[in-house]
């Protein structure tokens, strides 16, 4: 269970730092959605930045809009997926 902890937290850090946030990655919830209402608040621009950064840094290839969609449902979402397909 730490090893996921251990990634949600990266993951978290990863999203601060690559979309420059002012809020800090644990204010960030694991179940809290990335986009649309009531949600972080990111845009198409956001994805595409955290699609490549994922890619960077755990070798993970979103094959198509839906997977890409799934897997950036919020931080729960993208450790499923970087530990699915990911080269952690």
């Known amino acids: 269970m730490s090893d ?3 990634l949600k937290k990266e993951i978290k850090q990863l999203i601060v730092d690559n ?3 002012k809020i800090g990655a644990d204010e960030i919830g694991d179940e809290q959605a990335l986009f649309g209402p009531d949600s972080l608040g990111l845009d198409s621009v956001d994805a595409l930045q ?3 950064a994922l890619d960077k840094t755990y070798g993970l290839k979103l094959a198509d809009t839906d997977a890409t969609r799934k897997a ?3 931080v729960n979402a993208m450790a499923v997926a970087v530990a699915q397909g990911g080269n952690h």
């Open 4 to 6: 996921s902890t251990d």
């Open 19 to 21: 979309l420059m946030l």
């Open 50 to 52: 955290l699609v490549v």
């Open 72 to 74: 950036l449902q919020n």
